[in-house]
């Protein structure tokens, strides 16, 4: 298994409250595409993710204590990123496969992710 990177507050906030915050963001996303008709187009990808860790940030500071230790903890104990999913078997990757194919496949794995 490969190491992972701790994940940032608003980050680890987002993985452990996804199904209570995404609601939110879209409903707050729709809103302020409705307002701001050039925020689309395209960079629309990455307008959007630059307003959701503004929201992110903005729930974060206005959760309870005990919601931000939670967090912290976690985040401390490893919650790891969204690659956390095993990788998948690559195919023909049997004994005859050498261990530098395997590692090369396991990286272009890891750099589309």
């Given at each position: 298994m490969r190491p992972t990177r701790k994940l940032s507050t608003i980050h680890g906030y987002g993985k452990l409250?996804?199904?209570?915050?995404?609601?939110?963001?879209?409903?707050?996303?729709?809103?302020?595409?409705?307002?701001n008709p050039?925020?689309?187009?395209k960079h629309l990808r990455s307008n959007r993710l630059?307003?959701?860790?503004?929201?992110?940030?903005?729930?974060?500071?206005?959760?309870?204590?005990?919601?931000?230790?939670?967090?912290?903890?976690?985040?401390?104990?490893?919650?790891?990123?969204?690659d956390d999913g095993p990788e998948p078997e690559l195919e023909g990757a049997g004994e005859s496969t050498s261990a530098t194919e395997k590692q090369r496949c396991a990286k272009a794995y890891a750099l589309q992710k």
């Open positions: 409250y996804w199904e209570k915050i995404k609601p939110i963001l879209d409903e707050w996303w729709d809103q302020y595409i409705a307002e050039d925020a689309g187009g630059n307003c959701q860790n503004k929201l992110l940030r903005e729930l974060l500071d206005a959760e309870t204590e005990e919601v931000k230790k939670e967090v912290e903890q976690r985040r401390e104990e490893g919650i790891v990123s969204d």
